[in-house]
Every structure is written in C-alpha cells, then in structure tokens.
T-cell receptor
C-alpha cells in the first residue's frame, strides 16, 4: 500500500535560515504529492502540490520537486520567518478517481526570532 | 473557491451523550467527503469516506455504530459520535474533493472540530 515517511521534528530554526523537510514515499504508479500546513488549532491548508515526475510545486517561498527516481518530495524554503512556525504534512494520493490521501506523521517547525 | 466549513468548531459534552458535527462544501458539490481524526501531536487518521446518497466506507478498526456518517446532500456530510466517552475526545477534520477542479485528488479541508468529552 501507499505510505509516506517524513523527518521527525521538531525542527527549530532561526529566522532567515534555510529549511529542508525530507519526505519520501511508497506508491504504485504515479501518485499526486502534496504538502499541507497546519497552524495551531486549525485545519489543514494546501501549501503546494505536484502531479507528475519532475514537477516543482511552489507557494509562499516554499518549493518541492517530485522526484520519481528517489521517490522523494522534499520541502524547502530559502529564508524562514517566524510566521512559518506550524506543522507540515507530506501526503500523497493515488492517481485517478476518489483516492484516499495518505499522510506522513507531520513535522513541527518552530522559527525563533 | 473550494471552501469547506465545519460546525461547531468546539464542543464540550458529557459522557454518554451524542454529538453531531457538520461538514459543508460552500462553493462546490462534493459527492465524496472524508472524515479524519487527529490526536495531539499526531498525524491525521482517516476514519471513513462519506459518499452522497449511499453508505459510508469505514476504515479498519473504526466502529461504524459509534461514528455515524450521513451524506444526505452534495454539500453536507455529518458525523455523529454516539454515546461519547472521554477517549473520543479529539480533533475531527473533514475534507472534500472538488471533482470539477482538477485530477490531482487535492482535498480541501475544513477547519476542524475540537471535541472534549467530560
């Protein structure tokens, strides 16, 4: 079955530091890949997505590239801000139809001034 | 577009009572909605897939008689926690997919409902 593995947190960075949160996956075929962000006490918001190999999703300075050869979808940001403090979930969904979304365990990011 | 709402955002109830949580797609029709449960500092666990006009599909280990799901219209799904107990206290999140939007299976999430059972 499908699975997502992401690095355990928490990750603590100083403001303006470079961020990488690793995510690898196991799936058949070509799933769609997502990063969701959850701020304290709130639901999930889609941060970015990629639907095929070599696609790069980007939003709000965050980027992730769909790497089929390494089955990875690492999240990066060049300069984090305090407002980026949240929990980040890597996820995938199988191709076609009403497929379930499989989530990673989440990585808490704390950015300190 | 693609907004999902949940009501209530927070609910506190006594042990043994039932609680209903509503999930609405505000600007699109969702033939399928999903219900998740999230424990503190943990990931989301899919409880069930809610299908408009038919029975929900429950994940293994989820008690269908305890967590009643009704998807009576294309914009509304409800989750009723029956005879709630303290161990049912959790954060419940629903999501929906907009079939007219794209084929990536992106799901749009509600803001969640915090249930506390005393």
């Amino acid at each position: 079955g499908n699975s997502v593995t992401q690095m355990e947190g928490p990750v603590t960075l100083s403001e303006e530091a470079f961020l990488t949160i690793n995510c690898t996956y196991t799936a058949t075929g070509y799933p769609s890949l997502f990063w969701y962000v959850q701020y304290p006490g709130e639901g999930l918001q889609l941060l970015l997505k990629a639907t095929k190999a070599d696609d790069k999703g980007s939003n709000k300075g965050f980027e992730a590239t769909y790497r089929k050869e390494t089955t990875s979808f690492h999240l990066e940001k060049g300069s984090v801000q305090v407002s980026d403090s949240a929990v980040y979930f890597c996820a995938l969904s199988g191709p076609g139809g009403y497929q379930k979304v499989t989530f990673g365990t989440g990585t808490k990011l704390q950015v300190i001034p | 577009g693609a907004v999902v709402s949940q009501h209530p955002s927070r609910v506190i109830c006594k042990s043994g009572t039932s609680v209903k949580i509503e999930c609405r797609s505000l600007d699109f029709q969702a033939t399928t909605m999903f219900w998740y449960r999230q424990f503190p500092k943990q990931s989301l666990m899919l409880m069930a897939t809610s299908n408009e006009g038919s029975k929900a599909t429950y994940e293994q280990g989820v008690e269908k008689d305890k967590f009643l799901i009704n998807h009576a219209s294309l914009t509304l799904s409800t989750l009723t926690v029956t005879s709630a107990h303290p161990e049912d206290s959790s954060f419940y999140i629903c999501s929906a997919r907009d079939p007219d939007r794209d084929v990536s299976n992106e799901q749009f999430f509600g803001p969640g409902t915090r249930l506390t059972v005393l």
